[in-house]
């Protein structure tokens, strides 16, 4: 704690806020057609920049893993980060509640919610601690399918034999209660196990397979809808505070600026991940509504994983219902 203070110090006493350069750690290829948080990072760091601010995007891994990035976000040595709701969840498991499957029916729907349980303020008072903000949640792309290497998905029941890359052990709980099986991989490693047989598939957006190169070996996706893959947005506290009123503003204006054009992108992506799929030569498996009910009605267990609290959970059950 002594050196993280020194640190932020040291930051503070050789740049203020006009002047230092703001750095964001992005969390994927720069690629405006099909990352939406690469949308979301543009629109903020421009916004910045026609403020007056210095910006510099770090690319994907250059300043570490998930945990160095909260770590370096923390002592103030990285402005910005795009990162895992897990490196939030770490803090406060109440962030999990974004995951829960089919919690949300789109994006607009988890930001009414958002605001209805004025859950920012409630996620950065714990965030606090750890000398972090939590600006904003980004879209990554739309909403997450089952994407296989051999079997085509219709329902939980095509999934009997198939073992999934989970996030944690929230969807490996899915998973089972869908009839399959789930063990976490990192994302690293994830080309390896698809090709060697180790997992058959995993849980994201449409986009992801693209994204990363991997329609070689991935030959299905299922539009079930199940969760929106997210990226929190975290600042460094130490940095946000330090920032003059007309410099805080602009952070500020420059995150609904961002906000918006991450979901602006994302109403065309809906349609554009899954035509970019096929083009790729992945087979997509369109669900009906009824389809995706069935996988509703099978993820119920896993709201009541023990990943948050039972009043937590109902919470985040309440805040749906009422901002459907």
């Not at 690629?31 to 939406?36: A, F, I, K």
């Not at 916004?47 to 976000?73: H, I």
């Not at 605001?115 to 904003?136: H, M």
């Amino acid at each position: 704690m002594k050196l993280k203070a020194l640190t932020l110090a040291a930051l503070l006493a050789t740049a203020t806020s006009a002047s230092a350069e703001v750095k964001i750690a992005l969390d994927s290829k720069p690629d405006l057609e099909t990352s939406g948080s690469y949308n979301w990072a543009f629109a903020f760091g421009n916004a910045l920049k026609d403020a007056g601010m210095d910006v510099r995007e770090m690319p994907r891994g250059s300043v570490g893993n998930e945990a160095e990035k909260f770590d370096q976000v923390s002592t103030g040595l990285l402005e910005i980060s795009l990162s895992d709701v897990r490196a939030v969840a770490q803090v406060d498991p109440f962030i999990y509640g974004v995951r829960l499957p089919y919690i949300f029916s789109d994006i607009a729907h988890m930001d009414r919610a958002l605001a209805a349980g004025d859950v920012y303020t409630r996620i950065n008072e714990n965030l606090s601690e750890q000398d972090a903000v939590l600006l904003a949640l980004a879209p990554l792309g739309p909403a997450s399918g089952v994407i296989t290497t051999t079997q085509a998905v219709r329902s939980p029941a095509d999934m009997a034999s198939l073992r999934m890359r989970a996030l944690d052990d929230a969807q490996i709980a899915m998973y089972q209660a869908w009839g399959s099986s789930g063990t976490i991989v990192p994302w690293g490693e994830v080309p390896a196990g698809l090709q060697t047989g180790v997992i058959d598939g995993y849980l994201n957006s449409p986009f992801i397979p693209v994204m990363f190169g991997q329609t070689d070996f991935i030959k299905n996706f299922a539009d079930a809808d199940v969760i929106w893959p997210l990226r929190a947005v975290i600042a460094s506290k130490g940095w946000y505070d330090g920032l003059s009123d007309a410099d805080r503003a602009s952070v500020d204006a420059a995150v609904a600026t961002a906000d918006a054009a991450a979901r602006e992108w994302l109403a065309a992506a809906s349609i554009n991940g899954l035509l970019a799929l096929e083009e790729k030569g992945v087979t997509v498996q369109r669900l009906t509504p009824e389809e995706r009910a069935v996988f509703r009605e099978a993820s119920l267990p896993v709201y009541d994983s023990d990943l948050m609290t039972a009043e937590d959970t109902a919470l985040w059950k309440k805040l749906s219902d009422e901002s459907r």
